[in-house]
T-cell receptor, first 118, second 114 residues
Framework: AQKITQTQPGMFVQEKEAVTLDCTYD???????LFWYKQPSSGEMIFLIY??????QNATEGRYSLNFQKARKSANLVISASQLGDSAMYFC???????????????FGKGTLLTVNP | DARVTQTPRHKVTEMGQEVTMRCQPI?????VFWYRQTMMQGLELLAY????????DSGMPKDRFSAEMPDATLATLKIQPSEPRDSAVYFC????????????FGSGTRLTVV
C-alpha cells in the first residue's frame, strides 16, 4: 500500500487565487511528521512546511498552510494568493517514527504539478 | 545558508562503467538520505544513514549499488556496473532525525548511462 497518496497529478489556478493540494497518508505509527516540498523546473527541492502528528494547531508559513485532519489522515497544502512563481511540482512526504521498524524513514508521494495562470 | 553539496552535477557514462556520486551533508545533521528521481517512479528512497550508520538500503539494487558514509562530511553512492535504466537524478538530503525544519536537499546529480 502507498504510504503517501497525492491524487491530483496536475492542478491549475488563477494568479491571486488560493489552491489546495491534496495529500493522504497511511501509517500505524502514532508519532510521525508530514512535510511539503516544492520542486520548480530548475529541479531543486525546497522545503515548505512541516506538521507533527502531535501538533495541536495547523502549521502555517507565510502563504502556505497545512490543513491537517488527523482522523482522516490527510495533510493538504493550501497556498493563498497564488503567484506565477508558485508554478512547480509539489511533493508531500511523511517521516514515520521509530516503532514498527520504519526508523524515521522519509517517504514521498508522486507529486502534483501546479500551474498558475496569469 | 548551509548547503548540501553534491558532485558531480551531471554525469554521462557508458553502460558497464562505475559511477560514484558524492554528497557533503550539512555539518551537524545526523541523518543522510539518498533518493533517485525518475518520471516513472518519482522519488525513490535508496538508502539512509543516521550518525553515519546505514539504517535502510532496501530500496537499492544490492547487486550493483552501494552506499557508504566514510565520515561525517562525506556520503557516497556507487553504481557498478551502470546500466541505462540507472539514468535518473540522484538526490542527497540531510537533516536532523526528528527535526521540524525539513531535510535539506542537494542540487542532485543528473546521471545518463548510454
Amino acid at each position: 500500500a502507498q504510504k503517501i497518496t497525492q491524487t491530483q497529478p496536475g492542478m491549475f489556478v488563477q494568479e491571486k487565487e488560493a489552491v489546495t493540494l491534496d495529500c493522504t497518508y497511511d501509517t500505524s505509527d502514532p508519532s510521525y511528521g508530514l512535510f511539503w516540498y516544492k520542486q520548480p523546473s530548475s529541479g531543486e527541492m525546497i522545503f515548505l512546511i512541516y506538521q507533527g502528528s502531535y501538533d495541536q494547531q495547523n502549521a502555517t508559513e507565510g502563504r502556505y498552510s497545512l490543513n491537517f485532519q488527523k482522523a482522516r489522515k490527510s495533510a493538504n497544502l493550501v497556498i493563498s494568493a497564488s503567484q506565477l512563481g508558485d508554478s512547480a511540482m509539489y511533493f508531500c512526504a511523511m517521516r514515520e517514527g521509530s516503532s514498527g521498524g520504519s526508523n524515521y524513514k522519509l517517504t514521498f508521494g508522486k507529486g502534483t504539478l501546479l500551474t498558475v495562470n496569469p | 545558508d548551509a548547503r548540501v553539496t553534491q558532485t558531480p552535477r551531471h554525469k554521462v557514462t557508458e553502460m558497464g562503467q562505475e559511477v560514484t556520486m558524492r554528497c557533503q551533508p550539512i555539518l551537524g545533521h545526523n541523518t543522510v538520505f539518498w533518493y533517485r528521481q525518475t518520471m516513472m517512479q518519482g522519488l525513490e528512497l535508496l538508502a539512509y544513514f543516521r550518525n553515519r550508520a546505514p539504517l535502510d538500503d532496501s530500496g537499492m539494487p544490492k547487486d550493483r549499488f552501494s552506499a557508504e558514509m566514510p565520515d561525517a562530511t562525506l556520503a557516497t553512492l556507487k553504481i557498478q556496473p551502470s546500466e541505462p535504466r540507472d539514468s535518473a537524478v540522484y538526490f542527497c538530503a540531510s537533516g536532523l532525525v526528528q527535526g521540524r525544519t525539513g531535510y535539506t536537499f542537494g542540487s542532485g546529480t543528473r546521471l545518463t548511462v548510454v
